[in-house]
């Protein structure tokens, strides 16, 4: 099990961008598939982007590519996500999660942190 930081939340008008930020303890971070997911009040935790422990290969839902980027610094412990073009639709509390699995599916994940506010105003 590792711990998670998320940072990087808060206001912004449409149109804007934000970067998220999640530090990860442990020494073994760079064997982590590292994930963004967010969720609404009433609604399940939703996926965002995935990164596999190499940075070699990502995956984004439908909804945000091309406006969001994840990408980590295996030296820093630290996975982030960049999002350009925010829409209101994306208000949410944005989560990172570790799991060992490349999987989309947020119980797949076995360690999360405490969550970021995103607020986009239109």
């Known amino acids: 099990q590792v711990q998670l930081v998320e940072s990087g939340g808060g206001l912004v008008q449409a149109g804007g961008s934000l970067k998220l930020s999640c530090v990860v303890s442990?020494?073994?971070?760079?064997?982590?598939?590292l994930a963004w997911f967010r969720q609404v009040p009433g609604k399940e935790r939703a996926f965002v982007a995935l990164?596999?422990?190499?940075?070699?290969?990502?995956d984004y839902a439908d909804s945000v590519k091309g406006r969001f980027t994840i990408s980590r610094d295996n030296d820093k412990n630290t996975v982030y996500l960049q999002m350009n073009s925010l829409k209101p639709e994306d208000t949410a509390v944005y989560y990172c999660?570790?799991?060992?699995?490349?999987?989309?599916?947020?119980?797949?994940?076995?360690?999360w942190g405490q969550g970021t506010q995103v607020t986009v105003s239109s």
């Open positions: 990164i596999t422990g190499s940075g070699d290969f990502t």
């Open positions: 999660g570790a799991g060992r699995r490349l999987v989309t599916t947020a119980h797949s994940y076995t360690s």
């Open positions: 442990g020494r073994t971070f760079s064997t982590y598939v």
